[in-house]
């Protein structure tokens, strides 16, 4: 047999012809049908997870409900009133105040417990509430669940808490982003410290960050307020 009539040559010719024309149909088959195999497994796998998602699950586990992954029922105590919403067990009580309440005095900025933006006051104490999950601070069992207090509701409308009033007068604020998480801190604060020293009011909010740096008017403000909310003079 010549080295021309060498079948081996046919098929390197045949491959290279296919190589020159690109991807052939047969191929292409095979591309296509591979790929809508896998397009769909994960169309079923996505509705799979928004059923399991939009179904609560209630189940009883050495005595105790364990319940979600969907959307559950539950009350929050704000500023003295009964707030009902349906929320997913992971919301933390920033979004739940934010996205489901429209109380938006508490601002979403670190998201990791570490500015003081989100700054409300949860059974007195001053927390951060995007470390908290709503869940665990709603009614429970025929329980009332925390009181949580937000900015919105230190003051009737149209007035003043002297918190606010004395952030005002010391010019303690520039672009009032991280304001209302001071306030709270603050009030957290004077309402168990009526007499504060500079060093406790400085060491009492360290956990709030002001990217302006109004730190010196912040702490006037402590000092001026615990005066007024004792009947004093500042």
Do not use: W
Not at 43 to 65: F, H, N
Not at 205 to 221: E, Q, S
């Amino acid at each position: 047999m010549s080295r021309r009539d060498d079948p081996k040559d046919s098929v390197h010719d045949d491959k290279a012809k296919r190589s020159k024309r690109g991807i052939g149909r047969r191929d292409f088959v095979k591309l296509v049908g591979g790929t809508g195999v896998a397009v769909t497994a994960e169309v079923l796998a996505r509705q799979q997870l928004a059923t399991a998602a939009a179904t609560t699950q209630e189940t009883v586990v050495g005595g105790g409900k364990v319940i979600g992954p969907g959307p559950v029922p539950m009350t929050l105590r704000v500023n003295g009133e009964a707030k009902k919403l349906t929320v997913e067990p992971r919301v933390t009580l920033l979004d739940a105040l934010r996205n489901h309440l429209d109380l938006t005095g508490a601002k979403k900025v670190c998201d990791r417990g570490t500015c003081g933006a989100c700054t409300v006051i949860v059974n007195g104490k001053a927390t951060y509430s995007c470390t908290a999950l709503a869940i665990d601070v709603a009614d429970h069992e025929g329980k009332p669940g925390a009181d949580i207090r937000t900015i919105e509701g230190l003051a009737p409308e149209g007035k003043l808490h002297p918190v606010s009033a004395s952030f005002v007068d010391n010019d303690a604020q520039q672009c009032g982003f991280c304001t209302p998480g001071f306030v709270m801190a603050c009030k957290a604060f004077i309402e168990k410290h009526h007499n504060p020293t500079a060093e406790q009011v400085k060491e009492a909010l360290g956990g709030n960050l002001c990217r302006c740096g109004t730190y010196m008017g912040v702490r006037k403000v402590v000092v001026e307020a615990a005066m007024k909310m004792k009947g004093g003079h500042a």
